[in-house]
């Protein structure tokens, strides 16, 4: 990691130089005039995922607990446990005009996208129908080869309706007749009747279909970052594995707490990482401490902690 701010590219045009360099990138800056800054078809694969449009002010808290006579709440075997406040992560979350936001920045990445590229767009049931319009007139609606169902279980369970508990993520090939879609590579899950197919296949199991069953990062785990709405690492694994090759360019510039960075990285990916928010900086920068060779534009990636006191 490289200590202290490049040159930065918030403004457009800027710094897009050495992008071809093997170098990751992490940036601080709207990411429209970054995305307007990028040369055409640089990135293999693109992963999107804005703002829900919730209409309300993200945040996430997290806390930790240490046994205490005087605690304020109690614990395992009835022991009393004092809640230490660790920090608040927020942004807003409400768009007068949510395709007004979104249409300038899907019509750069199409552009950024290389002609064999693929890109995933991450959205849930609130904005998921308006959005697959914009990226049908994109892409053109062939072009449109899922719409993944990521299935969760977990959170509150209202009892005037069915509780919500999945996301939708759009997948589209910019060139139907030339992408990467690396089946082989793509990691196996259990048949939830083995004793119907056979030792062989069980032993195998068998590829993910369009509708993943995944966790939501736990919120003791050690993969938690404490930035709302982050995403499973799991869940970018696949994405990056399937859709994408060793050496390949990967863009997230909605970028949140950096998962797709840091699948990328694991999988031997490179990776350009866009956002506007500091506190999503500050999350990174602990994030990626121990990753070589990053490029930080427009933000002192210069932290005291590491990737441990994310958790």
Known sequence: ???????????????????????????????????RGLPDGLA?????????????????????????PNGDRTGFKGERYRTESLGTKRFRDSFDDYLAFLEPRLVEAYRVLAP?????????????????????ELFGP???????????DFGARPKTRWPAKHDNILFYVKN???????????????????????????????????TWWHTIVPTSGAERTGYPTQKPLGILRRIVTASSRPGDLVLDFFAGSGTTGMAAHELGR?????????????????RF??????????????VSGSAEDLR
Not at 11 to 33: C, K, Q, S, W
Not at 45 to 66: A, C, E, K, M, W
Request: with cysteine; net charge negative; hydrophobic share 40%.
């Open 270 to 286: 490179r990776f350009v990482l866009v956002d506007d928010n500091p506190e999503a900086l500050e999350v990174m920068a602990k």
């Open 289 to 302: 401490a121990e990753v070589p060779e990053v490029r930080w534009e427009g933000y002192e990636a210069c």
């Open 176 to 210: 139907l007749s030339d992408y990467v879609f690396d089946v082989d590579a793509i990691e196996r899950i259990p048949y939830m009747a083995p004793g119907l197919v056979g030792p062989d296949k069980a032993a195998r199991g068998k590829l993910p279909t369009d």
């Open 142 to 152: 062939d072009n449109l080869l899922n719409e993944i169902i990521w299935a969760y």
């Open 44 to 68: 293999d694969l693109i992963y999107v995922d804005p703002p829900f449009n919730t209409g309300r002010v993200q945040r996430r808290t997290r806390i930790r607990t240490r046994r205490s």
């Open 116 to 136: 064999h590229g693929s890109l995933y767009f991450h959205i849930d049931y609130r904005e998921v129908h308006r959005c697959r319009f914009l990226l049908d």
């Open 1 to 35: 990691m490289t200590d202290g701010p490049p040159d930065g590219i918030a403004e457009p045009g800027v710094g897009t130089a050495n992008l071809e360099e093997d170098l990751n990138r992490i940036l601080l800056g709207d990411n429209l005039e970054v995305l």
